[in-house]
């Protein structure tokens, strides 16, 4: 079945199958956890939902959708520590939203205003990164001052699959290798840079192996599966804590959505593999673990639904109740002091939203 897929999901690290029963055995005491995870993860779904719907109907701006991969999400955010430092790319929902980003922060900042990164909890991590790559290296600017001061704090780096190709990941990572800082990579690969599959971003079997050169540990562990992927992630920090230096973690998983709202996947992907990838997601797995260990039923599924999807509403109704910011706005927070040509754009626009 993964072979139709080409997903090495046989040689990765797991627990949880694809049907939820159990490859290795899971220690009771973890089951709270796995609920949590359980309940994080439906309502990051349903939020999800909502927010490619709120940009179909022509309420919100270009969105990334985090479909089928809930699971990395939500094991990265679980594994980290409050004040762990987490520099995320632009499909990090999940994470954010463990970290305490609320939903209307993250519907603010994807309705294209910038105050939805002014994050009012875990105000040290960082803010989206758009550009492919580039919060790797501020990663590792952010573990070298926790090196330096002597902090016991790690950074938690995620990028996708694409962004394991470029320049800026494979520096950073050189870097955390040769200063042994305490930080930890994690590649969601998620089988496509928008219409590139994986086969054709590089010539490594595995992108885990990346790390080898760099001296450090690389490890692939299925995406899908949310124990997994918290497990493998928790140790990594915890390591990178002790000071014994970074990992790569490769999480495997597949993109069930678009690239983002603005793509339309179609084109480029048989619809054969999507339906494949669907038998693998990470939500259906974790129901039916919990199902079958008597911690979870259908009426506990339905008024947590409702309760997700009345969080969502509320955040919802916030964001298209808040007034945007004027024009001249985009030039604040810019520069402590403007440009001249910054200065006098500035000075036009404010002119005219006067006049
Ligand atoms: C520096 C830079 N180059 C190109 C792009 C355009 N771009 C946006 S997303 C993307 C693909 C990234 O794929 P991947 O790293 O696998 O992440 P995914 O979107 O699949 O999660 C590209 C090339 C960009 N945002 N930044
Ligand atoms: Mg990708």
């Keep these: 079945m993964y072979q139709a897929l080409k997903l090495p999901l046989d040689q990765c690290h797991r627990f949880i199958n694809a049907d939820g029963t159990l490859k290795h055995t899971i220690d009771e005491q973890e089951f709270p956890l796995l609920?949590?995870?359980?309940?994080?993860?439906?309502?990051?779904?349903?939020?999800?939902?909502?927010?490619?719907?709120?940009?179909?109907?022509?309420?919100?701006?270009?969105?990334?959708?985090?479909?089928?991969?809930?699971?990395?999400?939500?094991?990265?955010?679980?594994?980290?520590?409050?004040?762990?430092?987490?520099?995320?790319?632009?499909r990090d929902q999940a994470t954010q939203m463990l970290r305490g980003v609320s939903l209307y922060?993250?519907?603010?900042?994807?309705?294209?205003?910038?105050?939805?990164?002014?994050?009012?909890?875990?105000?040290?991590?960082?803010?989206?990164?758009?550009?492919?790559?580039?919060q790797c290296t501020h990663a590792a600017g952010v573990a070298s001052s926790f090196k330096?001061?002597?902090?016991?704090?790690?950074?938690?780096?995620?990028l996708g699959d694409g962004a394991s190709s470029k320049g800026d990941f494979m520096e950073s990572l050189n870097l955390a290798g040769t200063w042994k800082l305490p930080m930890v990579f994690v590649i969601n690969n998620n089988q496509w840079a928008i219409s590139v599959p994986r086969h054709l971003q590089s010539g490594a079997e595995r992108l885990a192996d990346k790390a080898i050169g760099a001296g450090m540990p690389g490890e692939q562990v299925d995406g899908n599966d949310v124990y997994a992927v918290y497990r493998a992630v928790k140790r990594a920090v915890d390591r990178a804590r002790a000071g014994k230096g970074?990992?790569?973690?490769?999480?495997?998983?597949?993109?069930?959505?678009?690239?983002?709202?603005?793509?339309?996947?179609?084109?480029?992907?048989?619809?054969?593999?999507?339906?494949?990838?669907?038998?693998?997601?990470?939500?259906?797995?974790?129901?039916?673990?919990?199902?079958?260990?008597?911690?979870?039923?259908?009426?506990q599924e339905l008024a947590w639904a409702e309760?997700?999807?009345?969080?969502?509403?509320?955040?919802?109704?916030?964001?298209?109740?808040?007034?945007?910011?004027?024009?001249?706005a985009m030039f604040d927070h810019l520069y402590a002091e403007l440009p001249t040509q910054l200065e006098e754009q500035y000075a036009t626009l404010l002119a005219r939203h006067h006049a």
């Design 35 to 90: 609920l949590e995870c359980y309940k994080a993860m439906m309502q990051i779904r349903i939020f999800d939902k909502k927010c490619v719907s709120l940009q179909r109907t022509g309420r919100f701006g270009t969105y990334p959708s985090v479909l089928g991969m809930e699971a990395i999400g939500i094991g990265v955010g679980k594994a980290m520590e409050e004040e762990d430092v987490f520099v995320p790319y632009y």
């Design 105 to 134: 922060e993250i519907l603010m900042y994807w309705g294209g205003d910038e105050r939805g990164a002014d994050y009012q909890n875990c105000r040290q991590d960082l803010p989206n990164c758009v550009p492919i790559a580039t």
């Design 148 to 158: 330096i001061r002597k902090e016991k704090r790690v950074a938690v780096c995620s």
């Design 246 to 299: 970074p990992a790569l973690i490769e999480a495997i998983s597949y993109r069930l959505c678009d690239h983002t709202t603005a793509d339309d996947a179609s084109r480029y992907r048989a619809n054969e593999e999507l339906e494949k990838a669907w038998e693998f997601e990470p939500v259906k797995r974790l129901r039916a673990l919990l199902e079958n260990k008597g911690l979870w039923n259908e009426s």
């Design 307 to 328: 309760h997700c999807q009345a969080n969502t509403d509320k955040a919802v109704e916030l964001f298209l109740n808040t007034e945007a910011q004027p024009p001249h």
